[in-house]
């Protein structure tokens, strides 16, 4: 705007900013409000769930292990994804299993079994 010629005060333009626990709250209720969302498409759909799972480059402990889930949408007649999280796992192939079912209890509620229709990972090494 200044080089426009425009003047600015910059305590204008911060005092404007939502404050940071504020933006915090906000990304919290709209995460939540996702995830339920993607639940309740999915459970009226009945649809079948696979899982999409992937281990960042970063071979160290509590490496980034992201699981999203692809379903197909029949009322939306195309395919739809939910990242469940992108917690860290150590690595094995059953600390990646271990952290897939966690993912999915948290998700979809915990108390029943949870069968896949499908996966698909990459061959990289550790828990993919």
Known sequence: MSDCG????LEHVASSVPHAASLKE??????????FCAVEEIKKDGAK???T?????????????????PWYSK?????????????????TSKDGAMAIAHALAKLLGGHEA?????????SG???T
Request: aromatic share 6%.
């Open 125 to 127: 090494g550790g828990a």
């Open 75 to 91: 009322k939306d007649k195309r395919v739809k994804t939910f990242n469940l999280d992108t917690d860290g796992t150590d690595g």
């Open 114 to 122: 949870i069968q896949l229709a499908g996966q698909m990972t990459n």
């Open 49 to 51: 769930l696979f899982i």
């Open 6 to 9: 425009m003047p600015i005060n």
């Open 26 to 35: 906000y990304l919290t209720e709209c995460a939540a409000d996702s995830m």
């Open 53 to 69: 799972a992937d281990k960042g480059a970063k071979k160290t402990a509590h490496a980034h292990f992201v699981k999203i889930i």
